[in-house]
């Protein structure tokens, strides 16, 4: 089994569990805020949901390049304390008034931008929890289970806590995970490498300016990540596209099944992410990996939109999301392995940047194709760039590998 090496290291099993507890407690904050705002706007809960997506992009950047500046470990637990403070003020106006639309809006906000502070301090923090690469990429397909694993079992958890706890209180719960999440990351402290000092002043004298300067150069230098990232910016824009619009509505309107049928539809796609993880985790490190996961995922969605049949379509949904995740594993860990440690948390938020911006460009512009064609022949054709992109990137990779590669080491100092 992939993970082995990683349950045998006691802080990476506590950082883990901890980060999933609080995957979970997202889950039932996405669930409760999108219900409530659903219930006050109708169709207009959009603008609430997309408040959060907007800030995540919005503050991406600063957010790496500050991961990078802080101590990561105490930026880690006080955005948690920070989170769980925002989130947790909504059931106490929910009891004290009325929790209105803006009060969600300004929340969503806030709390989506702290993780922007959160993530990429995690990410850079996570090769000195590690002592070799193997064990960073086994750790890094661990650490990405957690929120594929909330999106299988989420919504039974949801329908066992709704048995017995008012919707607002799903917040609260939320809240207590981020507590918990604070609370492991002061036990494992220890592990956590400290900036020196000298680093610390050097910080002190560049303006965040030069430090967005100095990743866009390393990106730049860097051809493999460049064009990967790229290219998973063009994948996510397809798989937005076809996931979040396409898949909904052929449930419905090609398959005539009910939202039930598209719960399945997204448990087999986290069973196969799930799978996806524990072959990523014993994978060399290459990559080739990362399209050819592309080349799945484009195949596994033209399997779901050229059938009628819900089992079909599961096993569809099954193959597509093994392809998934392998992209996300393979740029992760070259992010953490081929840059200065100083400047993980700038190019993982470049990354993330990048992916966001593909995500929601997809969903914008799904909103006018599927006016102008059939739903499966949209799926088709967004499922054959995700391959196209994919068989370009595999025949890149051999080319770009033998040019070389600027080494970034005046950026360093």
Same mark, same amino acid.
């Given at each position: ?24 407690? $997202? ?11 659903? =219930? ?15 800030? /995540? ?22 955005? $948690? %304390? ?16 009325? &929790? *209105? ?5 300004? @929340?969503?906000? @806030? ?17 000195? +929890? ?14 990405? *289970? ?5 999106? %299988?079992?989420?919504?039974? &958890? ?31 402290? =220890? ?8 680093? =610390? ?16 150069? !390393? &990106?730049?230098?860097?051809?493999? +990540? ?14 937005? /596209? ?32 799930? !799978? ?7 994978? =060399? ?9 592309? !080349? ?11 059938? $009628? ?7 569809? /949904? ?28 700038? %190019? ?8 966001? &911006?593909? +995500? ?39 080319? @770009? ?7 970034? /080491?005046?950026?360093?100092?």
């Amino acid at each position: 089994m992939g993970f082995h090496r990683v349950f045998k290291n006691s802080n990476l099993v506590i950082l883990w569990v901890s980060q999933l507890f609080s995957a979970i407690g $997202d889950h039932l904050y996405v669930v409760a805020i999108t219900w409530i705002a659903i =219930k006050e706007l109708g169709a207009s809960a959009a603008y609430v949901i997309g408040a959060g997506t907007f800030s /995540a992009l919005f503050f991406g950047i600063l957010g790496g390049i500050y991961a990078d500046r802080w101590n990561r470990h105490r930026t880690m637990i006080i955005t $948690d %304390i920070l989170r769980a403070l925002f989130v947790g003020l909504l059931p106490f106006i929910e009891w004290y008034s009325t &929790l *209105t639309v803006w009060h969600l809006v300004i @929340i969503s906000v @806030i709390v989506s931008g702290l993780g922007t502070f959160f993530n990429p301090s995690l990410q850079a923090s996570l090769p000195s +929890l590690c002592r070799d690469s193997e064990l960073l990429q086994q750790t890094n397909a661990l650490m990405d *289970t957690t929120h594929r694993l909330a999106r %299988i079992f989420g919504p039974g &958890l949801t329908g066992a806590f709704l048995g017995f706890l008012p919707l607002p209180h799903f917040f609260t719960l939320d809240a207590v995970t981020f507590i918990l999440s604070a609370i492991a990351l002061v036990i494992i402290s =220890k592990a956590f490498v400290q900036k020196s000092e000298t680093k =610390k002043m050097n910080y002190e004298q560049k303006s965040p300016l030069i430090d967005f300067k100095i990743a866009i150069s !390393l &990106l730049k230098n860097h051809k493999v +990540l460049l064009w990967a990232s790229i290219s998973l910016g063009m994948v996510n824009l397809c798989w937005g /596209a076809v996931y979040m619009v396409g898949v909904p509505l052929f449930t419905e309107q090609i398959l005539k099944e009910s939202a039930g049928a598209f719960g399945l539809i997204g448990g087999a796609y986290g069973i196969g992410n799930l !799978l996806s993880l524990f072959a990523a985790g014993t994978l =060399k490190r290459s990559i080739l990996f990362m399209y050819a996961g592309h !080349l799945i995922l484009g195949a596994g969605f033209i399997v779901i939109a050229s059938t $009628d049949s819900l089992s079909v379509a599961l096993i569809g /949904a099954v193959i597509a999301a093994f392809g998934s995740p392998m992209g996300d594993i393979m740029l992760l860990t070259m992010i953490q392995t081929d840059f200065p440690e100083t400047h993980i948390g700038k %190019i993982y938020s470049f990354r993330a940047l990048i992916g966001g &911006l593909g +995500l929601a460009m997809g969903t914008f512009i799904a909103s006018f194709t599927y006016k102008l064609a059939s739903i499966p022949s949209n799926m088709i054709i967004f499922s054959m760039v995700i391959i196209a992109v994919g068989a370009i990137g595999i025949l890149r990779v051999s080319w @770009i590998r033998n040019q070389p590669l600027p080494i970034a /080491a005046k950026f360093t100092k």
